[in-house]
Structures are given as structure tokens and as C-alpha cells.
């Protein structure tokens, strides 16, 4: 088993940042993805953004620009999520996910942090 856990989530003001930290521990095998999404309530669960095994990343269009994702060089099992620019349309829980390649593919998922953004 895997466990994920997030902190640095909270109340901030628009225009405002935060920035969120997932740490994974427990059997890992190797890391394919570690990411971060959001799901407000009512709404779907959607991709903020990505890290994958080589390196590469990608972005929910709402986000780009305003949000950057990346891995702790000392511990390849932490991930960042840098928020600049937040709007009220960010306010959601934010979900840490990783895949983890075994034998098979098997994806993880973190409880969550509250991320409320004022007006």
C-alpha cells in the first residue's frame, strides 16, 4: 500500500498564492505519475497538473501560467504545487495522486486539501 498525505492548504485572498505539498510512502515500486486535482463541489474532479516519470509535465488550461508543479530533489517522493494568482474559481479540495508500477499499474489517492479562495 501507498499512502499520500497533503498539507499547506487554506484561506486566501484572490490574487494571493499557496503552495501544496504531497509526500508518499508505504511500498513504492516505481513512480510513474504524481499529480494534483481539484474537485469543487457539484463539479467534476479535474486535473490541475502532472509530473511524470521522465521528468515531464502538464496543466489544466485554467491553470497554466498561474500554477507550477514539482518534485523535492532530496525526496523523490514529495511534490509541490506552487499556486500564484489565485481566483475564487480555484477554491476546491486538491487531491495528490500517484501511479505506482509493480507488477501492474495501480493509482493512489490522498484525502485532500481545502483550498478556499475570497473575493
Known amino acids: 500500500q501507498v499512502q499520500l498525505v497533503e498539507s499547506g492548504g487554506g484561506l486566501v485572498q484572490t490574487g494571493g498564492s499557496l503552495r501544496l505539498s504531497c509526500t508518499a510512502s508505504g511500498r513504492i515500486d516505481r513512480i510513474n505519475t504524481m499529480a494534483w486535482y481539484r474537485q469543487a463541489p457539484g463539479k467534476q474532479r479535474e486535473l490541475v497538473a502532472a509530473m511524470h516519470g521522465g521528468g515531464d509535465t502538464n496543466y489544466g488550461d485554467s491553470v497554466k501560467g498561474r500554477f507550477l508543479i514539482s518534485r523535492d530533489n532530496n525526496r523523490k517522493n514529495t511534490v509541490y504545487l506552487q499556486m500564484n494568482l489565485l481566483k475564487p474559481e480555484d477554491t476546491a479540495n486538491y487531491l495528490c495522486?500517484?501511479?505506482?508500477?509493480?507488477?501492474?499499474?495501480?493509482?493512489?489517492w490522498g484525502q485532500g486539501t481545502q483550498v478556499t479562495v475570497s473575493s
Open positions: 495522486y500517484l501511479q505506482n508500477i509493480a507488477l501492474t499499474k495501480t493509482d493512489y
